[in-house]
């Protein structure tokens, strides 16, 4: 039985020493937003925070965890914004990466991203490149997430 802090709760949890976040979180924890879908760190659609730094769940030994683990259940007070901004700008299509992207878009928005437009999109884009979407193209996604830094830093939406 190992311990892990989960979204501000702690658990016991039985994982093995090969056994990897994702799995954990989604068969011992019943949460299911961290979705495995390349199992090899490419895709993003299993991020999470670790004392909140993104990190792909799927890389992740859940034996070597040693700090607060946020998943997107975790984020849903504070990122109230950031999915209405995503469902506003239509930045999901099937909704797999979904819960990725906002799970790295929290981290950036925690970090504070530059909200002048050309530089702002150019760092967010760069940034969030680890998560991959077949469906949007992006520009959705880049603009979900200008609009809350814009909306946090104080500055008029547009």
């Given amino acids: 039985m190992l311990r892990l802090h989960v ?5 016991e949890v039985r994982a093995g020493p090969d056994d990897m ?3 954990t979180l989604r068969e011992e924890l019943g949460l299911t937003g961290a979705k495995e879908a390349c199992g090899r760190g490419e895709c993003g659609a299993c991020t999470v925070l670790i004392d ?6 799927c890389l ?8 607060d ?12 914004d950031l999915r209405e901004a995503f469902a506003d700008t ?3 299509q099937c909704g797999f990466c979904t819960s990725g992207q906002i799970v790295h878009a ?9 909200v ?6 150019h760092v967010l884009r760069h940034r969030l490149s680890g998560n991959l979407c077949r469906c949007t193209g992006y520009a959705a996604i880049v603009e979900a997430v200008m609009r809350v830094a814009r909306r946090r830093a104080g500055a008029v939406a547009r």
């Fill in 7 to 11: 979204n501000g709760i702690d658990h």
């Fill in 21 to 23: 976040l994702v799995a």
């Fill in 52 to 57: 909140g730094v993104a990190v792909m769940s």
């Fill in 60 to 67: 992740t030994y859940v034996a070597r965890v040693r700090g």
């Fill in 69 to 80: 683990v946020t998943t997107v259940e975790g984020l849903s007070d504070e990122c109230a």
């Fill in 90 to 92: 239509g930045a999901f």
């Fill in 106 to 114: 929290a981290a950036l928005l925690r970090e504070g991203l530059p």
């Fill in 116 to 121: 002048d437009d050309d530089e702002a999109r």
